[in-house]
């Protein structure tokens, strides 16, 4: 959640004790493509209230970045409330909800991005490979580069393609030479499904790339300091139905090597590339589970009511 007129100032974070428990389209639910266990014999839609309680599970095997009663204020607006998530190695998860739900607002905590806004105060805890990543020991700088972000809209830097993709390594003194920085260069637009289409004109200005080939270069330049978590949000919503499914494809491959956070208002490309969906309502964390379940089989009222199209 971006608000106008804030200026670069430094988030208030408070400690909160840990605790422990278990739009543009509005389709109705799509078809996963993971299929799930075949004894999955749940009831369908347990749940009608709208309590602080999470449905579902929201711990993972191999937590990479653990979020623990997190809470997000914009000066009066109390935006997160209690969310309470487990981020796993080598997997994709989607955040999905109505606009203002507070997706994007708790995966902006995860690289502190809330930090430029004046007025935001963030209670809880999140940890990244067991470090508090609001401690005041840890550089905001050198957290993003272990949590990059994809955003919205495709923003590569008034520089040349090759300088987008080396800005990183250089800030960060990842090259030794400039054989080095090449080899980053080339190998992190390898791995963006780029480099063939822009090796011939690497001197030429990223802004001249075509949207879907500037969203991969926002990508090749996220992934050329070597993060740990990939957060996008909404990285397809600007583009073309091919530039979105190559997009896809990539995260799918992406996510061998990363953790991957999506934000995501369509629910095709939540069942298409994520293993686990979350399902967040008026700042509350709803009801997270495996993507198969969550759309063949939600527990909670308020999550069938949005895959299918009642709300949202």
């Known amino acids: 959640m971006t608000m106008p007129g804030m200026s670069e100032a430094k988030v208030t974070h408070e400690q909160a004790p840990a605790t422990t428990g278990s739009d543009a389209d509005r389709p109705s639910a799509p078809i996963p493509r993971r299929s799930g266990p075949q004894?999955?014999?749940?009831?369908?839609?347990r749940v009608s209230e709208f309590t602080d309680q999470t449905v579902g599970d929201i711990h993972c095997e191999?937590?990479?970045?653990?979020?623990?009663?997190?809470?997000?204020?914009?000066?009066?607006?109390?935006?997160?409330?209690?969310?309470?998530?487990?981020?796993?190695?080598?997997?994709?998860?989607?955040l999905i909800g109505p606009s203002g739900c507070g997706k994007s607002t708790f995966l902006r905590c995860l690289n502190r991005m809330n930090d430029s806004?004046?007025?935001?105060?963030?209670?809880?805890?999140?940890?990244?490979?067991?470090q508090d990543i609001y401690s005041r020991e840890l550089?905001?700088?050198?957290?993003?580069?272990?949590v990059g972000m994809v955003f919205q809209k495709p923003n590569p830097f008034p520089k040349s393609i090759y300088d987008n993709v080396a800005y990183g390594p250089r800030i960060h003194g990842l090259a030794a030479d400039r054989a080095e920085l090449d080899d980053i260069v080339h190998t992190s637009l390898e791995r963006a499904g780029l480099l063939q289409e822009v090796k011939d004109r690497l001197d030429e200005p990223g802004t001249g790339?075509?949207?879907?080939?500037?969203?991969?270069?926002?990508?090749?330049?996220?992934?050329?300091?070597?993060?740990?978590?990939?957060?996008?949000?909404?990285?397809?919503?600007?583009?073309d139905p091919i530039a979105t499914a190559r997009i896809e494809d990539l995260m799918d491959e992406l996510s061998r090597d990363y953790a991957i956070v999506i934000v995501t208002h369509s629910m095709q490309q939540a069942a298409r590339v994520s293993r686990r969906v979350a399902y967040f309502h008026l700042g509350r964390l709803v009801e997270v589970d495996d993507t198969d379940?969550?759309?063949?089989?939600?527990?909670?009222?308020?999550?069938?009511?949005y895959?299918?199209?009642r709300i949202g």
Request: charged residues 25%; glycine residues 6%; negative net charge.
């Open 39 to 45: 004894d999955d014999r749940r009831p369908h839609v």
């Open 62 to 94: 191999n937590p990479f970045m653990v979020a623990r009663n997190v809470n997000v204020y914009y000066g009066e607006n109390h935006a997160i409330r209690d969310v309470s998530l487990d981020i796993g190695k080598e997997q994709v998860i989607a």
């Open 117 to 130: 806004i004046e007025s935001a105060r963030v209670t809880g805890s999140i940890s990244l490979d067991g």
């Open 139 to 146: 550089d905001p700088v050198a957290l993003r580069a272990r």
């Open 209 to 239: 790339l075509s949207g879907g080939q500037q969203q991969r270069l926002c990508i090749a330049r996220t992934i050329a300091v070597n993060p740990e978590v990939i957060l996008m949000d909404e990285p397809c919503s600007a583009l």
């Open 293 to 305: 379940r969550i759309f063949t089989n939600p527990q909670h009222k308020l999550t069938e009511d």
């Open 307 to 309: 895959i299918t199209g």
